[in-house]
């Protein structure tokens, strides 16, 4: 049905890119989410209502929940989707993050909420009215959920949206615990076990963890996570395809929500190329990742050395210190200063983070090494860490 209504509704609809193509699919699928949790409160409250069932009220709740929570991603997408302005230059994207956290804060709530209610069902139970119509509508409920689990699943991965995802994750937990309250229903009657309140109790805590899973997903983004490795890999790729390019590093990505990314990275060139022609093919490499990648780039050149022998051969011998006692460990913008009493080897090295040696007590080694070469040689080392992969 969603794939009907998106070819009736969206225009360009692969075009996932598009910040206005995204809102639509993110209005469609929160329409739809609304239209068919409220349906479903509505049956589940009036079967567990006539049939005394805690777990199965619970249930309810649950999907009136989400429902307001398909209302919240349904505003965050019409809001993030609002174009750039004065005050908010990178748009609006990282809505869509904060409509997924007060989405995932609701689901807690409830999942609170429902474990308090099964706890009083569990101190004083009720006996539970089995009913035909009330295996019905928790069987269809099962069905329906799962096609929602389904469909924003796969409209998550085709837009990449962490909100759509977690409410994918959200929908196949109901899925499970309708299928917990269904079991617990068809217990009651055939053994006369009074597991509702429990079974009440399992419902809550698999609407917790999905509220859990959600509240990660969005608060990630928004403290600002690292870059998907393959977005990376990509830039990476586009950056040496053009033949100045020695090697890049110091690579920050900036994510101001989906579909608005700024990236910038350090570039390196030979010192003595011609600085006009340099300039020109920086522009086309920032071009290119705007059209292929749609992020906004800004790359600073560092022009490096590469037709001197001494220079050529201590770097060398820095990669070849590295590779024996810190393979994971990588480093760029590699200088050479001569003067009258010593010579200064500067250079920057990329530590990732937690890594299993402190900052100084590499340098320290490193500058040793250095110095074992050449007792007249310092090393002076900054110490980056590794904010988009260890490019070089």
Do not use: W
């Not at 609407?207 to 899973?213: D, E, R, S």
């Not at 996570?225 to 900036?254: C, L, R, W």
């Not at 780039?297 to 560092?302: E, G």
């Not at 460990?329 to 050479?336: E, G, Q, S």
Request: glycine share 6%; hydrophobic share 45%; net charge negative.
């Amino acid at each position: 049905m969603i794939s009907l209504l998106a070819r009736l509704f969206i225009k360009e609809k692969d075009n996932t890119s598009s910040p206005a193509v995204r809102k639509a699919y993110g209005v469609l699928c929160g329409s739809m989410g609304i239209a068919l949790n409220i349906l479903l409160f509505a049956g589940k409250f009036l079967a567990g209502f006539f049939s005394n069932s805690i777990a199965i009220t619970a249930d309810a709740f649950n999907n009136l929940s989400d429902a307001g929570s398909s209302l919240i991603t349904l505003v965050g997408f019409q809001m993030a989707g609002q174009k750039p302005d004065p005050h908010h230059p990178f748009g609006h994207g990282r809505i869509e993050y904060l409509s997924g956290l007060f989405v995932s804060i609701a689901i807690l709530i409830m999942a609170f909420e429902l474990i308090r209610s099964s706890f009083d069902k569990i101190l004083h139970p009720q006996p539970v009215t089995f009913r035909p119509l009330t295996i019905l509508i928790l069987a269809v409920s099962i069905a329906v959920k799962f096609y929602m689990a389904y469909y924003n699943k796969n409209i998550g991965k085709k837009i990449d949206s962490a909100a759509m995802k977690a409410t994918a994750t959200d929908s196949l937990s109901d899925t499970l615990a309708t299928t917990v309250v269904l079991i617990a229903s068809l217990t009651a009657h055939f053994t006369g076990l009074k597991i509702d309140g429990y079974c009440g109790i399992l419902v809550g805590f698999f609407i917790f963890y999905a509220g859990y899973c959600a509240a990660r997903d969005t608060i990630s983004p928004l403290l600002g996570q690292a870059p998907d490795p393959a977005f990376v890999k990509n830039v990476e790729t586009i950056v040496m395809s053009y033949e100045h390019i020695k090697g890049i590093h110091d690579m920050v990505v900036h994510d101001y929500g989906p579909g608005r990314v700024m990236i910038s990275l350090h570039a390196e060139v030979s010192a003595d190329g011609n600085l006009l022609v340099l300039h020109d093919m920086i522009d086309n490499i920032e071009h290119q990742l705007h059209d292929e990648l749609h992020c906004e780039a800004v790359i600073h050149m560092d022009p490096i050395i590469t037709d001197d022998a001494q220079t050529n051969q201590l770097k060398q011998n820095l990669a070849d210190i590295l590779q024996s006692s810190y393979p994971e460990i990588c480093f760029h913008d590699f200088r050479v200063v001569k003067g009258p009493t010593h010579t200064n080897i500067i250079f920057d090295i990329v530590v990732p983070f937690a890594y299993r040696e402190s900052d100084e007590s590499i340098a320290d080694f490193l500058k040793k090494e250095i110095q074992r070469i050449d007792e007249t040689y310092f090393a002076v080392i900054q110490i980056d860490k590794a904010y988009a992969g260890n490019a070089l």
